[in-house]
Nanobody, 121 residues
Framework: VQLQASGGGLVQAGGYLRLSCALSGLTTRTNVMAWFRQAPGKEREFVSRIKWREGKKYYADSVKGRFTISRDGAERMVYLQMSGLKPEDTAVYYC???????????????WGQGTQVTVSS
């Protein structure tokens, strides 16, 4: 599986961005797609996940109501629509894939290269 994340940038607080993750080489273990983020000096943190086939979604409490995850099976894309952005959302955002519904990065098997999101106050 290969993943390619894009869509990051610099935005003012309260603004919005849409991140995209392009997938190729799907396997039977490509069951769950997720977004994580990592701020400088911090561990990689779960943001949201979606089950590839059923579309079942789950969010971290810190982004619930502000972020929306979605997928386009035909285009092999996963998106993260982010609104109401806050300075504390500043991080490198990574898309990952794995076989199980999890919130810890070590249970995800493949990762994209990351895209920087910077929210100014």
């Amino acid at each position: 599986v290969q993943l390619q994340a894009s869509g990051g940038g610099l935005v003012q607080a309260g603004g919005y961005l849409r991140l995209s993750c392009a997938l190729s080489g799907l396997t039977t273990r490509t069951n769950v797609m997720a977004w994580f983020r990592q701020a400088p000096g911090k561990e990689r943190e779960f943001v949201s996940r979606i089950k590839w086939r059923e579309g079942k979604k789950y969010y971290a409490d810190s982004v619930k109501g502000r972020f929306t995850i979605s997928r386009d099976g035909a285009e092999r894309m996963v998106y993260l629509q982010m609104s109401g952005l806050k300075p504390e959302d500043t991080a490198v955002y990574y898309c990952g894939t794995g076989p199980v519904e999890a919130t810890t990065p070590d249970l995800f098997e493949a990762w994209g290269q990351g895209t920087q999101v910077t929210v100014s106050s």
